[in-house]
């Protein structure tokens, strides 16, 4: 059974940062991609960030230079470093398991001004 735990979330001023952890319990986990999405209030959920298994990374426009995608095989972690965070940044953040239906149940980010 695949199971997606993300944490770190909280309450940050602008400009700060945070770092949002995903655990994964899955024995393929050095060899799937790993996703971190958003969804903010009225919004459609938004890739953030994904990293392969050649440690590949992609980000959303949004984001690139900002935040930054990581990986530990070992431990099964995936990590999202968010620096200089801006309100527009306020939104659930989820990881996601490659392509598939398997998500996090999401951490609270919120960007205060």
């Known amino acids: 059974q695949v199971q997606l735990v993300e944490s770190g979330g909280g309450l940050v001023q602008a400009g700060g940062s945070l770092r949002l952890s995903c655990a994964a319990s899955?024995?393929?986990?050095?060899?799937?991609?790993i996703g971190w999405y958003r969804q903010a209030p009225g919004n459609q959920r938004e890739l953030v960030a994904s990293?392969?298994?050649?440690?590949?990374?992609t980000y959303g426009d949004s984001v690139k230079g900002r935040f930054t995608i990581s990986r530990d095989n070992a431990k099964k972690m995936v990590y999202l470093q968010m620096n200089s965070l801006k309100p527009e940044d306020t939104a659930v953040y989820y990881c996601?398991?490659?392509?598939?239906?398997?998500w996090g149940q999401g951490t609270q980010v919120t960007v205060s001004s």
């Open positions: 996601r398991l490659g392509q598939s239906d398997f």
């Open positions: 899955i024995s393929t986990f050095s060899i799937n991609v």
């Open positions: 990293i392969d298994r050649y440690y590949r990374t």
